[in-house]
């Protein structure tokens, strides 16, 4: 089965970036196209604390959404260098919200034929209480997912 419009989801992990080497190499084979993504946790809108706070709260969000983006877009240029690195081509994207719900939403709304994912992020205590990413992909995603070790 030829899988040629190829989206890698990407979190800055060792993991993620070797996924995206893998995914560099198929799309490589197969004469395909890729997009590389990157999501941004959504930092919540609701108040940490509620009263005298409220504006210094605000601030402290938008401050943190500022520095996510920051972290973003450095996780994106380093993937841009791995890409052209292994002799590929690619699209970009930054997305915000849910890393799973984001990376299959996209992924269905942009038709692609498969999403690649690393098995492990950086997130390994949150990992242990809700699931990791990529099973959460695995498991709601209409399209087929593969999970590099």
Known sequence: MGFKKVVVAIDGSKHSYH????????????????????????????????GDFSTAQYDYRRKLKEVKI????????????????????SQYYILEGDPANSICQFSEKENFDL?????????????MVLGSVSHKVAQTSSIPVMIIK
């Open 115 to 127: 999403i690649i994912i690393g098995s492990r992020g950086l997130g390994s205590f949150k990992e």
């Open 70 to 89: 920051e972290e973003a877009e450095q996780i994106i240029n380093r993937a841009k260098q791995e890409v052209q690195e292994n002799g590929g081509t």
């Open 19 to 50: 996924a995206l080497k893998k995914a560099v190499e198929h799309v490589n084979e197969v004469s395909g196209e890729l997009t590389v993504v990157h999501i941004v946790p959504d930092t919540g809108s609701a108040p940490i604390i509620i």
